[in-house]
């Protein structure tokens, strides 16, 4: 059992990651080919930075599977001096229901941390939400 604890990640970075990767497989519609990566010292994000993180993935992805026709999602969180999170699927615009409230919430939060959220739609269709928070001093 020694040479297990040798090998194993910090636990920071595997709780957050596994937090991340169960939030995703929670939300994302059965069926749709997701793709996750990690970049950066995950373990580093504090705890309160990663429950924020965590609530913005659910969201994001829940409103991300949500699209129409969508077939396709990536999520991509990076960390380095500060916590990027981006969520993109392969179709254009948001349903009604995440606009308002839910994506209000997403960037009242953000702001809150001193970071921001941004929507988009790629020129080739793909929806793209970008969550960043500064890591905490």
Known sequence: TAIFSLHTSPSGATRLRQRLEAAIAECAVIGLRTMVQFVGPVSVVDATLADHAEDFVRAAVGAASRLPDVSRLSVLVEVGDELRIRV?????GLPEESTAANLADMRRVAEELGGSLTVETS???E???????????
């Open 88 to 92: 993109s699927a392969d179709s254009q």
């Open 123 to 125: 020129p080739d269709s």
């Open 127 to 137: 929806t793209i939400l970008r969550w960043v928070a500064p890591l905490p001093d």
